[in-house]
């Protein structure tokens, strides 16, 4: 009999996470929100220092960051990530700047086109060998279950 400790018991598949870094709240937030509705999991970092710190707390499978922030810049960021054990995928976005140079990092336009910056995101996470991909939330609505006894 399974236990609700069971770890085989409603095995949930793993999300990718992706760590959010952009100054500007409303931009991250949508960033966010866009993200969860198909299906991944997500954390914020208003800056590179905070995206630093938080990348030692928190499970991150890819960051997606922007260029020109206070503190620490995304192209810093992208530097000090790639230095790590496990290097994580990044995609820089900007609005200023017209490429970054730097070996395996993605760069998006500002503004984000957003099933460009999703496909993005897969192509990272399918590069990294991610083991599950987003289960996107369909938001049609669903036929009512017919009822037992008709």
Do not use: W
């Not at 299906?39 to 938080?54: I, N, S, W």
């Not at 206070?70 to 230095?83: C, E, I, Y």
């Not at 990092?105 to 910056?117: D, G, M, Q, T, Y």
């Amino acid at each position: 009999m399974l236990t609700p400790a069971d770890p085989h018991q409603d095995a949930q598949p793993v999300l990718p996470t992706v760590l959010v870094v952009e100054d500007e709240p409303v931009i991250r937030e949508l960033m966010a929100i866009l993200l969860e509705e198909e299906g991944y999991a997500v954390v914020q970092a208003v800056d590179g220092l905070e995206a630093l710190q938080t990348v030692d707390r928190y499970p991150v499978d890819l960051v997606l960051s922007d260029v020109k922030m206070p503190r620490l810049d995304g192209a810093s960021l992208a530097r000090h990530l790639r230095t790590r054990d496990d290097p994580l995928p990044v995609i820089l976005m900007s609005a200023v700047y017209a490429e970054v140079d730097l070996p395996g990092v993605r760069f998006l336009r500002k503004p984000v086109n957003c099933e460009h910056l999703l496909d993005l995101i897969a192509a990272a996470l399918r590069e990294t060998g991610h083991p599950s991909q987003p289960v996107a939330r369909d938001l049609a609505p669903q036929p009512a279950a017919p009822h037992p006894g008709a």
